[in-house]
Nanobody, 115 residues
Framework: QVQLVESGGGLVQAGGSLRLSCAAS????????MGWYRQAPGKQRDLVAS???????IYTDSVKGRFTISRDNAKNTMYLQMNSLKPEDTAVYYCNVLPRLNGYWGQGTQVTVSS
């Protein structure tokens, strides 16, 4: 079973940038669609952005124009470039496939945006 490991989170001021990485232990080409999810305290885990194996992307409205999802199939890694961060982006960010599979959740990476 493929394991997904998120990294790259941290504390940043509003307006700053972070780049998240999702490293897979196996071949991510086996996953047609992958995505980044986030969960803020007391809220459900929501999909933020998704990308197909051919590079087609979809974003939730709140991050359009600020976040960019990408994947490097050769490196079995997916990325999320986050610019113009806002305090409401504060959450634990996870990667998974679509539709999400419970067995693929990792530890996530914490993103905290201060105002």
């Amino acid at each position: 079973q493929v394991q997904l490991v998120e990294s790259g989170g941290g504390l940043v001021q509003a307006g700053g940038s972070l780049r998240l990485s999702c490293a897979a232990s196996g071949n991510i080409l086996s996953f047609n669609v992958m995505g980044w999810y986030r969960q803020a305290p007391g809220k459900q885990r929501d999909l933020v952005a998704s990308i197909t194996s051919r590079g087609l992307t979809i974003y939730t409205d709140s991050v359009k124009g600020r976040f960019t999802i990408s994947r490097d199939n050769a490196k079995n890694t997916m990325y999320l470039q986050m610019n113009s961060l806002k305090p409401e982006d504060t959450a634990v960010y996870y990667c998974n496939v679509l539709p999400r599979l419970n067995g693929y959740w990792g530890q996530g990476t914490q993103v905290t945006v201060s105002s």
